[in-house]
């Protein structure tokens, strides 16, 4: 499915009916009533409100005080229950960035936080200049319960884009999902880099989606067995989490698609990267490098394509920064920390 780059303030998870000509967010996360049916499209199913926030693309006529043009406006209910930690990390995180070029445009951004699942351990803050969406982060609680930097990124195209779940949908029905169902939709976020919306119908079918793509992921996701596989219990919690400095982006090649050319795929392409120097070394030789999971990249949003990285300076230890590598893709430029990668799976050449 290709990426729709239309991403707006998010709004409490709602009852609503996506045949609609827009999605309509409600002021209860306990309940809501389900919007009526447009009959002369396609039905589709509803969906109702979950004990978590949901991205939600308002509108006008339903709630104007969370339109994107209205950035003056209160903030949306669950705001008001954002941990202190999370807020001071994320605007330390915005305010290190707008020191480097690419971010110049965060500085004094507005931000808005929105919880994401399981136990709200995660919360993906949007970036927004003037209402309008720039950028986001993902912030998460290590297994220690500190916040950390779980990954971030700059321009449009991010995650739990409520267009992309609207048109996710609109698939799902002629395959997966009954046109009459009743669907609990919760934004979810999972170690390694795993956002995607869980959807549970009314009849207990459970389908969850990348939050990034919009495809439909495999069911183990739902079920958790994917877990259980190689990699994916090594990996380390290991990113941001204590105040640095960003540096200025390393970047090695232009933005590219892994897809569009597939001899990395060669076991003669394989790279022996496990470390930081290795990483910089085989970077500078090699200008554009692909990190592929095998049978998880879904846990990923692999196989990613790596054109650069971005290092921060804890200002507790100067001498072992902390990397995040770069990979572009439709104008965004999502960074992840280069340690998860490490650990989940392999490095591969592509011939400039």
Known sequence: MKKNSGHYSVGMIAAVLIGLSAVCPFASIQAAPSATQDHNANPLPSYEASSLVSPSEPTNLANPSLSPGNSSASPPAQEQGVPTDVKQVSADTVQSLSTQPPFAQWKDAELSYHPLGPGTHSWLVQVNRAGEYIGYLIIGADHNGAYQLNEYGNGPGGPYSMNLLRQSLKSLTETKLSSINKLQITPMYEEPLLAYWLVRSSTGSEVC?????????????????????????????????????????????????????????????????????????????????????????????????????????????????????????????????LDRLFSGGEFYRIHS
Request: glycine residues 6%.
């Open 209 to 337: 989606i990348d939050a990034f793509t919009g495809d439909p992921l495999p069911a183990e996701v739902a079920n958790g067995n994917w877990r259980n596989k190689p990699h994916s219990s090594t990996i380390p919690s290991s990113a941001l989490s204590l105040k640095a400095g960003a540096q200025a982006i390393t970047l090695s090649a232009e933005p590219f698609d892994p897809y569009d050319d597939l001899s990395w795929l060669l076991p003669k392409q394989k790279l022996s990267i496990h470390n930081v120097e290795q990483f910089t070394n085989t970077l500078s030789e090699s200008s554009r490098i692909v990190f592929s999971a095998t049978d998880i990249n879904f846990a990923f949003g692999g196989p990613l394509a790596i054109n650069g990285y971005q290092s921060w300076i804890p200002s507790h230890d100067l001498s072992h920064p902390i990397m995040y590598a770069v990979t572009c893709r439709t104008g965004l430029s999502r960074f992840v920390p």
